[in-house]
């Protein structure tokens, strides 16, 4: 007698791939994607968000149970296709919010065959083929950025902060040998600056160093690192006993494509070592998770200027490259994919220029009894994950393949024209300034004010003057109000949807700068896009003023 239970296998066996080929069953998966993809299809307008954006009802998710019974592949489809509904079309020519790109269809086959037969990169016993693909994409990066791809090395990761998370804890181990295995002994201090992304905070709690020994720089006005007071700071933790764990250098911030000085950066540690004879060299990692693509102009000749970019984009190019092209003066880089590489999440790349660095971080074997006794590959003895997809790698490797250099500098060289665009636009009325114009990025950040205010040289006065605090104050929640609309139009299919920051920086008084802000990252995106913007801007400003005078 056949037990009950085998009639149930059979019909849960067909909702898993055939691990043999089946033509039948085969057409089925392809069909069962096909139609998920046209159900989502179908949730698409001329509004950049899919279907409705409703509320959403937390209480009642609260509420959710494990069904006693299972149901069909075609139930569960378009039951996960209801929860697209409201998501982001950051490929949509009206989407210039934050640093979300979106994904080449290279990328989405190279996720889709990692998931569909899972490798697992910690050893290539269990990832095969997919952990040459990890080696070719961080010779390739190497390559690119300037390391010595005989010396270089590198794991993908969980994410930017991951990518700053390893950096930070190879810069431990030089300066606290050991601490891997006893624990942080002795006082050490991190830097960053007040641009560079929040997560460095996660870091220092989340490696026992402890917020507080988390040493944070002031900007300049171009949004980098003041090496005067770097300078000044380091020296003093030195005097007072402390280590030096690492050193945190941005190229280019979240906010305003600020880019550290790393070439300064890397002379100023040197200078210290030297000076005070240290006994280990201070790791300095780069956090290049945007401006890592900006790279592939290092060998463009902006004279020629094959391409034919327009003057503007050209010189925002070249500056950018400026520091860029110093990205090899680093220890170790964080590279995102999904960012300006165009991949899905997560697809975060730490490379290293020192393979050996990464074996400050390895585990005896004997910890781990089950795996790693053969094989040529075994990057899970070092890293801290122990399952590591292999989808962000295929999906890298699937678009560093699709694009060449060629097509990464027209894809940056294009979204940077738009952001030179948007920035002539925006200073072509009195109205509007923008605050970000000395930084070569795609991002854009902007104020606007209302009519009487002297824009050539507010800014200024509401950056250093403490005697404008109360007019900054209202300013700032003037610009939040022309976000409200500006958000809503967009929303509403008859606009662009932006970001805003409550903190582009902080005042020399120490109030917030409120921005409206700008990050084009889509290829769809044209000069009417960025027409719209500014738009949508004074169609506030008038709505504002019309308040105003009616109040």
């Known amino acids: 007698m056949v037990a009950p239970y085998r009639k149930l296998l059979e019909t849960i066996r067909d909702a898993f791939p055939k691990p043999v080929s089946d033509r039948v069953h085969d057409s089925y ?86 998931s569909l037969y899972n490798p697992n990169l910690a050893w290539d016993e269990y ?52 601490s891997l295995e006893h624990g942080i002994r002795e006082d050490a201090v991190v830097f960053a600056s007040d641009g560079s992304h929040y997560c460095r905070y996660n870091i220092a709690g989340w490696l026992g160093l402890g917020a507080k020994n988390l040493i944070t720089i002031p900007t300049t006005g171009h949004n980098a690192m003041d090496m005067d007071i770097l300078r000044t700071q380091a020296t003093h933790a030195l005097k007072s006993g402390r280590k030096i764990g690492g050193i945190i250098a941005t190229l280019g911030t979240t906010d305003a494509f600020g880019l550290d000085d790393i070439r300064a950066i890397t002379t100023l540690r040197d200078d210290l070592v030297q000076e005070f004879q240290l006994s280990y060299v201070p790791h300095i990692h780069a956090d290049a998770v945007i401006g890592w693509a900006w790279s592939v102009f290092n060998d463009y000749s902006f004279e020629d200027n094959l391409l034919g970019f327009r003057p503007r984009t050209l010189r925002a190019l070249a500056g950018a490259c400026h520091h860029i092209h110093d990205l090899a003066f680093a220890d170790s880089i964080g590279i995102d994919f999904h960012k300006p ?26 910890q781990m009894p089950y795996l790693y006794q053969f094989g040529e590959h075994r990057p899970g003895m070092y890293t801290l994950e122990t399952s590591r997809s292999g989808s962000g790698t295929l999906a890298a490797l699937a678009n560093l393949k699709l694009f060449g250099k060629k097509g990464l500098r027209v894809i940056i060289g294009h979204i940077v024209e738009m952001a030179q665009l948007l920035a002539e636009h925006l200073e072509s009325h009195a109205c509007t300034t923008v605050l970000n114009r000395d930084n070569f990025g795609s991002v854009t950040l902007f104020r606007a004010y209302p009519d009487g205010v002297d824009t050539f040289n507010i800014k200024e006065k509401e950056m250093h ?87």
């Not at 300037?146 to 190879?170: H, N, Q, S």
């Not at 590489?341 to 004997?366: C, H, N």
């Open 29 to 114: 998966f392809v069909h069962s994607l096909m139609r998920a993809i046209d159900a989502v299809d179908a949730l698409k307008s001329e509004r950049p968000i899919l279907g409705e954006r409703n509320p959403l009802d937390y209480g009642a998710a609260r509420q959710s149970r494990l069904a006693e019974e299972g149901k069909s592949v075609e139930e569960v489809t378009q039951e996960l296709v209801e929860y697209c509904e409201g998501l982001t079309l950051w490929g949509h020519p009206r989407t210039q919010q934050n640093v979300v790109p979106p994904v080449t269809i290279s990328s989405l086959i190279g996720v889709l065959l990692a």
């Open 341 to 366: 590489g165009f991949t899905p999440y997560i697809s975060s790349l730490l490379l290293v220029k020192e393979e050996a660095d990464l074996t400050r971080l390895r585990r005896p074997q004997e």
């Open 465 to 551: 003057d403490p005697a404008y605090r109360d007019v900054l104050l209202q300013h700032n929640e003037y610009n939040r109000k022309i976000y409200d609309f500006v958000h809503q139009e967009g929303m509403a299919g008859r606009g662009v949807m932006l970001s805003l920051t409550d903190c582009y920086r902080k005042t020399d008084y120490g109030e917030p700068i409120v921005a409206l802000k700008s990050f084009i990252l889509s290829p769809f995106v044209d000069e009417e896009n960025v027409e719209m913007v500014v738009k949508k801007v004074l169609e506030a400003r008038d709505l504002l003023a019309s308040a105003k005078g009616t109040s």
């Open 127 to 178: 990832s095969h083929r997919v952990a040459l693909a990890e080696v070719e994409v961080v010779t390739m990066l190497a390559t690119l950025l300037g390391y010595d791809p005989e010396r270089a090395g590198g794991v993908f990761t969980f994410g930017g902060t991951g990518t700053t998370l390893y950096g930070m804890k190879i810069g431990l181990e030089k300066a606290l040998p050991g």
